[in-house]
């Protein structure tokens, strides 16, 4: 490359005071820079990030590596879902092409206590990867309440710090809730309406429902806000002991998925997966809010679940059912707790990834899932 | 003293710049992207992957371009550690100018995540399914984002002090769009 030379130009020297305020302002342009990018990483502001949910839910549940750190205490299953082609003319999903599509699921319990004690007031979960083999892969995960506590990730944060174990009692503290619940009307009127349905007998009676809006996009482009549920074809067969009974004295540790594993062995089980069809003035942005009963819903298929596994040894231990893994055809709302849901569930995901190597064995063991243990 | 006053060829200062704006664009966004819980986490995460896969096409066409329009010489006025940390600086830009993107793309492939970019366009994974793998790729994609924003600082204060101190040319042979 020719060196242009324009000797005409030599730059007059500078003065001591005009160099150091040139050095001065190259410094104060690199603080800047720097500080700015300190503030974005969230590290000096007070925002909610990330590491700050991380923290509540160890506070909350302990430190369990290994672990989800919520939705801890889980079952691996496999079986497949047979679409009706009912959803086709709402969605471009391959997923509700007519035809049979794998799955890997798994069932859980809400709470960051990999160890906890199963209980019928627990908040039981449903989660499933699809796998069309032509086309993208959608994952879900599903509560069995007829609403989400919080429409926020801020109010899932609070509720998570409410929910603190007092050293003293190593219960929650009922006025840290309270104080939570009044501070939060909208978690008033959920857990209204979350009381109002009492929880079934176990996994297999559960509906698990999506609770977070989404909408279907079809070949032509239209769009429709949408929820979805599992709907149980069975009931819960009780084998464990007695279904009404949460004293410690009664209860099995892992009988919710003890019978769920020998319903399993004795016959697949079975759910109808209903997307309800929302209006444009059905609420897309709060979990907390039920849609009137009468919308119409699509029976998009039944979802058959034919093997289990434990955690230790089945496939779903390492899929993180993050809810917008979504293909084309199935589309995210407005609804801030998929983001915050995302969000966290990736930095949980790398961190039990992370610590995969120190993982103790699972409450539900390969054995246990074999249907080998009997209570 | 103006003994240098060669410019990048056209096509170099044109991928400098745009890259530029798209590097900085991404360790801001990849920064908050990582700490957010917020509803803009899920528009900050369809950005970072059609923006990390665009700068590591740029990266290889600028390879390219390096090799086919090498860039003008530092001046002969430059102290030689100075030379030193110029190269040096470059050598590791460039580094991760690939590095960054394919550590991204490596640890989706391992986690597994599906790898969108635009819609029903994905990529394939490039490793197999490894969870402990992942959890390594993850921390070092962070690693390395620090070290790419410490070295653009610094060579954003290199490229201050040519420009504001020394004025040997080296900032207008990459700013300068003057015809001549």
């Known amino acids: ?375 | 003293m103006k003994s240098h006053a060669a410019r990048f060829p056209f096509m170099s200062r044109c991928l400098h710049w745009s890259m530029a704006v798209m590097i900085v664009a991404m360790l801001f966004l990849g920064v908050g992207m990582a700490a957010s819980v917020s509803p803009r986490y899920q528009l900050l995460v369809s950005i970072h992957r059609p923006l990390g896969i665009a700068i590591l096409i740029l990266a290889a066409a600028r390879l390219v371009n390096r090799l086919v329009n090498p860039p003008p010489p530092l001046p002969h006025t430059m102290p030689p550690l100075q030379r030193f940390a110029a190269d040096a600086s470059h050598y590791v830009l460039y580094a991760l100018m690939f590095g960054l993107p394919l550590v991204g793309w490596a640890m989706l492939s391992a986690e597994p995540y599906p790898i969108v970019i635009f819609g029903a366009l994905h990529l394939p994974p490039i490793l197999p399914e490894n969870p402990v793998l992942y959890a390594g790729l993850r921390r070092l994609h962070t690693y390395l984002a620090y070290v790419m924003f410490a070295t653009f600082v610094v060579h954003f204060a290199a490229a201050l002090m040519h420009a504001l101190i020394r004025r040997d040319g080296v900032f207008e042979s990459m700013a300068s769009w003057r015809r001549r």
């Not at chain 1, 007070?46 to 750190?69: D, N, V």
């Not at chain 1, 989404?214 to 599992?230: C, H, I, K």
């Open chain 1, 1 to 375: 490359m020719k060196q242009i030379h324009d000797s005409g130009k030599v730059p007059r020297p500078l003065t001591a005071a005009q160099r150091s305020a040139r050095i001065a302002l190259i410094g104060a342009v690199m603080l800047i820079v720097t500080a700015l990018f300190v503030f974005v990483g969230g590290w000096r502001s007070a925002r909610l990030t990330q590491s700050r949910m991380m923290t509540a839910f160890q506070a909350a549940s302990g430190s369990h590596p290994g672990f989800r750190r919520n939705h801890a205490k889980g079952l691996c299953v496999a079986g497949w879902f047979d679409s009706s082609g009912q959803a086709a003319a709402w969605s471009k999903a391959v997923v509700f092409e007519p035809g049979r599509v794998p799955l890997i699921g798994r069932f859980a319990l809400a709470g960051g206590m990999p160890f906890q004690t199963d209980a019928l007031s627990t908040v039981r979960s449903m989660a499933l990867r699809f796998s069309p083999a032509s086309g993208h892969e959608w994952r879900t995960g599903m509560n069995n309440i007829p609403v989400f506590a919080v429409n926020s990730a801020q109010g899932f944060y609070e509720q998570l710090v409410a929910s603190k174990p007092d050293p003293a009692t190593g219960k929650p503290d009922p006025a840290a809730m309270k104080e939570f619940v009044g501070r939060h009307p909208e978690t008033a009127r959920a857990v209204a309406i979350i009381k109002a349905q009492p929880a079934t007998a176990g996994f297999a009676d559960s509906t698990f429902n999506s609770l977070d809006a989404f909408r279907l996009v079809n070949s032509a482009g239209a769009s429709v806000p949408v929820r979805w549920a599992a709907v149980p074809l069975q009931a819960a067969v009780i084998q464990a002991s007695s279904p009404d009974d949460d004293s410690p004295q009664t209860a099995h540790g892992n009988r919710l998925f003890d019978d769920l594993i020998a319903q399993i062995h004795e016959h697949p089980l079975q759910w109808r997966l209903l997307i309800t069809l929302g209006r444009p003035e059905d609420p897309t942005a709060d979990a907390t809010v039920a849609w009137p009963d009468d919308r119409p819903h699509i029976d998009a298929g039944v979802v058959t679940i034919d093997q289990v596994s434990s955690e230790d040894t089945g496939a779903c231990a390492d899929i993180n059912f993050d809810p917008l893994v979504l293909p084309p055809g199935i589309e995210p709302s407005d609804d801030p707790l998929l983001s915050a849901r995302s969000a966290v569930y990736a930095r949980s995901f790398t961190l039990r990834a992370a610590e995969k190597p120190a993982k103790p064995p699972s409450a539900v063991t390969p054995r246990e899932a074999q249907g080998v243990v009997k209570p």
